[in-house]
């Protein structure tokens, strides 16, 4: 139940009246969304919880009696409007994730190190073949892709000096020039390594890869612990 959209209704107070594991959008009228990861029951229906400021809450009695007053079917004496009936269908891609992060790392080496995965925060293994604990990331499918990554550093020696650290993506053991970011971190000052979202096109069997190196050989440059993550997201056209 994990990493769902909830659909809900902003004239009950924000009632969920939906799920999906897509995008509602285009939203239909009077209605809104939110992705969260929340467990709900599957025997309880959604109007007994809201959205409220981000999260998901239970629902009050007055807001769930209102709903429920509004949603019954009309009876054969109520006035109805016949009309035509609208349908909303999502009209966005849909995406398939990895997101991953990592403990402390050591960077100081200029030929570079494998930053390692230890911990999955969302793997769709439809699409990546992963183990959390290893390096490298197996492309399941070829397609077109959006890579992102933040590593934040920080200062692991005496004195002042300064490092120089580089960050790239390997494919199949070979630097990628389009996805290389650095960043130089001074003592008692941390510094982060930022990639957005850069598309490449991944061919099915491609081996994925995070690599650190120190620009000006060893200078005691480390990752911040669970700080770093690495993000790659398989875009359907």
Not at 28 to 37: A, H, K, S, W
Not at 48 to 57: H, M, P
Not at 157 to 166: A, D, K, L, P, S
Request: charged share 15%.
């Amino acid at each position: 139940m994990a990493f769902e959209y909830f659909l809900y209704r902003t004239d009950f107070n924000n009632t969920l009246v939906d799920r999906s594991d897509t995008s509602f959008a285009p939203l239909p009228p009077n209605t809104g969304q939110i992705f969260i990861d929340y467990f709900i029951p599957e025997i309880q229906p959604l109007y007994l919880y809201r959205e409220s400021g981000g999260t998901i809450v239970i629902n009050d009695d007055a807001t769930i009696k209102a709903y429920l007053n509004a949603t019954i079917p009309p009876t054969e004496d109520d006035y109805t409007t016949v009309g035509d009936l609208t349908g909303y269908t999502a009209a966005t891609a849909t995406k398939r994730i990895l997101l991953v992060n990592n403990t402390i790392q050591d960077l100081n080496t200029i030929a570079g190190v494998n930053i390692q995965w230890d911990i999955i925060l969302r793997q769709d293994s439809d699409y990546f073949g992963f183990t959390a604990g290893t390096d490298t990331i197996e492309i399941l499918e070829t397609g077109a892709y959006d890579v992102a990554m933040s590593v934040p550093m920080d200062y692991a020696g005496g004195g002042n000096q300064i490092n120089n650290v580089g960050i790239t993506l390997l494919i199949n053991g070979v630097t990628d020039v389009d996805t290389y970011i650095s960043a130089t971190v001074n003592k008692d000052r941390q510094q982060t390594a930022t990639l957005a979202g850069v598309q490449h096109d991944f061919t099915a069997g491609d081996l994925v890869q995070v690599e650190g190196y120190s620009l000006n050989g060893a200078t005691q440059a480390v990752t911040v612990a669970g700080s770093v993550w690495f993000q790659i997201t398989k875009v359907n056209a």
